[in-house]
C-alpha cells in the first residue's frame, strides 16, 4: 500500500471518532491519549499500546483500544492495519463502522480510490443505518468520480446531500462536488421566500481568500489541504464560473488579518482579506 501524505491526515482522523460510552477506566485511558497526541504523540502511543497489551482480544473494550491505535498510529500502514482488524476481527462493534470511514479517507488521502470506495460500499451494505453512511457516500462519491464512473459518484453524492442534516459546513463541501451532477436535487423542494425582516442588510463579514481557479482539480487538493490543517475552508462560486477558496468568516477585519498571516506562513501564496456582505 502506497503511503500518502500521513502526516497531514493524521492531524484530520484525530477530529473524527463514534460518541460511544466506554468503561470509566478504558475511556480514560483513550481520551488521555487522544489528548496527548496532540503535541507528544509518542508518549500517547505508548499509552494505547500498554492499554491493548492489558486487555484480552476477548474483552470488549479491545476493539476501541485499536480503533484508537489507529487513529494515532506512526504512518499509514499502521494505521491501516488496525483499523481494518476491527472491521474485520470485530465487525460487530460500535467501531467497526468509524474504522471504515477512517479507512476511506485514509486511502483516498493516498490516491487509491479503488479502495476508497471498496471501504465505503462496505460500511453502505454493512451497515446500511449508520449515522456515518453520509460521509461514507461523500468519500466513496469522490473516489468514483476520480475513477471516472460520475453514475456511480453523483448517485452517492446525491445521497450525501440528502443527508448532510444541519452541518452547513459538510453540507457545502457535498454541494459543490454535487454541481458536476445533473439534474441536481430535482425532488428537493423550492426554498421559500424569504421573510420581510430577512431583507434587512446584514452586518459585514471578512475571510481570506486563498484561491480563484476554474479548475475544480486545484480546488479540491486545496480545500482538502485546508481541512487537514483545520482552518474552516469552503468554496464560492461566481457569476464568471471562477471557483474561489475563502477560509474563515471574520466579524472585524483585523481577526482576518490574523487569520491570512496565519495561511501565509502555512501554505505560501498571496491570501488576501475580502470582504462579503
Given at each position: 500500500?502506497?503511503?500518502?501524505?500521513?502526516?497531514?491526515?493524521?492531524?484530520?482522523?484525530?477530529?473524527?471518532g463514534?460518541?460511544?460510552?466506554?468503561?470509566?477506566?478504558?475511556?480514560?485511558?483513550?481520551?488521555?491519549?487522544?489528548r496527548?497526541?496532540?503535541?507528544?504523540p509518542?508518549?500517547?502511543?505508548?499509552?494505547?499500546?500498554?492499554?491493548?497489551?492489558?486487555?484480552?482480544?476477548q474483552?470488549?473494550?479491545?476493539?476501541?483500544?485499536?480503533?484508537?491505535?489507529?487513529?494515532?498510529?506512526?504512518?499509514?500502514?499502521?494505521?491501516?492495519?488496525?483499523?481494518?482488524?476491527?472491521?474485520?476481527?470485530?465487525?460487530?462493534?460500535?467501531?467497526?463502522?468509524?474504522?471504515?470511514?477512517?479507512?476511506?479517507?485514509?486511502?483516498?488521502?493516498?490516491?487509491?480510490?479503488?479502495?476508497?470506495?471498496?471501504?465505503?460500499?462496505?460500511?453502505?451494505?454493512?451497515?446500511?443505518?449508520?449515522?456515518?453512511?453520509?460521509r461514507?457516500?461523500?468519500?466513496?462519491?469522490?473516489?468514483?468520480?476520480?475513477?471516472?464512473?460520475?453514475?456511480?459518484?453523483?448517485?452517492?453524492?446525491?445521497?450525501?446531500?440528502?443527508?448532510?442534516?444541519?452541518?452547513?459546513?459538510?453540507?457545502?463541501?457535498?454541494?459543490?462536488?454535487?454541481?458536476?451532477?445533473?439534474?441536481?436535487?430535482?425532488?428537493?423542494?423550492?426554498?421559500?421566500?424569504?421573510?420581510?425582516?430577512?431583507?434587512?442588510?446584514?452586518?459585514?463579514?471578512?475571510?481570506?481568500?486563498?484561491?480563484?481557479?476554474?479548475?475544480?482539480?486545484?480546488?479540491?487538493?486545496?480545500?482538502?489541504?485546508?481541512k487537514?490543517?483545520?482552518?474552516?475552508?469552503?468554496?464560492?462560486?461566481?457569476?464568471?464560473?471562477?471557483?474561489?477558496?475563502?477560509?474563515?468568516?471574520?466579524?472585524?477585519?483585523?481577526e482576518?488579518?490574523?487569520?491570512?498571516?496565519?495561511?501565509?506562513?502555512?501554505?505560501?501564496?498571496?491570501?488576501?482579506?475580502?470582504?462579503?456582505?
Open positions: 500500500m502506497r503511503v500518502g501524505p500521513w502526516i497531514a491526515f493524521a492531524g484530520l482522523i484525530l477530529s473524527i463514534p460518541t460511544v460510552q466506554l468503561s470509566a477506566q478504558s475511556d480514560t485511558v483513550r481520551a488521555a491519549a487522544l496527548i497526541a496532540q503535541t507528544r509518542d508518549s500517547a502511543r505508548a499509552m494505547i499500546r500498554r492499554l491493548v497489551a492489558r486487555l484480552s482480544p474483552d470488549s473494550l479491545y476493539p476501541g483500544a485499536l480503533f484508537t491505535a489507529g487513529r494515532i498510529a506512526a504512518d499509514a500502514t499502521t494505521a491501516a492495519t488496525s483499523l481494518q482488524r476491527v472491521v474485520v476481527e470485530y465487525g460487530r462493534s460500535v467501531w467497526a463502522d468509524s474504522a471504515l470511514v477512517l479507512l476511506a479517507q485514509l486511502y483516498f488521502a493516498q490516491g487509491d480510490p479503488a479502495a476508497t470506495v471498496q471501504a465505503a460500499e462496505r460500511l453502505r451494505l454493512d451497515y446500511p443505518d449508520s449515522q456515518l453512511k453520509t461514507a457516500d461523500f468519500w466513496g462519491a469522490r473516489a468514483y468520480f476520480d475513477l471516472k464512473d460520475d453514475v456511480h459518484g453523483c448517485g452517492l453524492i446525491r445521497e450525501a446531500l440528502d443527508g448532510a442534516g444541519a452541518d452547513v459546513e459538510f453540507r457545502n463541501q457535498v454541494a459543490f462536488y454535487a454541481t458536476r451532477c445533473s439534474p441536481l436535487g430535482s425532488g428537493s423542494p423550492t426554498p421559500p421566500p424569504p421573510a420581510p425582516g430577512d431583507s434587512q442588510a446584514k452586518p459585514a463579514t471578512y475571510a481570506v481568500q486563498v484561491l480563484a481557479v476554474k479548475s475544480a482539480a486545484q480546488v479540491d487538493e486545496i480545500l482538502t489541504r485546508l487537514v490543517m483545520g482552518f474552516d475552508a469552503r468554496v464560492v462560486r461566481d457569476t464568471s464560473g471562477l471557483f474561489k477558496v475563502r477560509v474563515g468568516r471574520y466579524a472585524t477585519h483585523d482576518a488579518v490574523q487569520a491570512q498571516k496565519r495561511l501565509k506562513t502555512r501554505i505560501g501564496g498571496q491570501p488576501f482579506v475580502v470582504e462579503e456582505s
